[in-house]
């Protein structure tokens, strides 16, 4: 099993940055894919970025330019660096993690950008 935990959210005026963390724990070595969705309540969650075991990257076109995802596979963290915020970004972040097949998620982050 891989246990997801995050942390960086917080509370950020437009144009400001954010930098989340995901650091994984458990069967690490065996994990493939990670990356962020983010979801607002009511709404269905939707897909930020993600990074490959080989670093290859992907993002939506909403964060695309603005955000950086990075893996770090020795310490088995994904991290997020969010520029050029806007309050449209404000939503929960949750990480995953794909291992065997399967997906894991943190618990999530709230990230809030004020206008």
């Known amino acids: 099993q891989v246990q997801l935990v995050e942390s960086g959210g917080g509370l950020v005026q437009a144009g400001g940055s954010l930098r989340l963390s995901c650091a994984a724990s458990?069967?690490?070595?065996?994990?493939?894919?990670m990356g962020w969705y983010r979801q607002a309540p009511g709404k269905q969650r939707e897909l930020v970025a993600t990074?490959?075991?080989?670093?290859?990257?992907n993002y939506a076109g909403s964060v695309k330019g603005r955000f950086t995802i990075s893996r770090d596979n020795a310490k088995n963290t994904v991290y997020l660096q969010m520029d050029s915020l806007k309050p449209e970004d404000t939503d929960i972040y949750y990480c995953?993690?794909?291992?065997?097949?399967?997906?894991?998620w943190g618990q999530g982050t709230q990230v809030t950008v004020s206008s």
């Open positions: 990074i490959s075991s080989g670093g290859e990257t």
């Open positions: 458990g069967s690490t070595f065996s994990i493939n894919d």
């Open positions: 995953y993690a794909d291992w065997r097949f399967t997906r894991h």
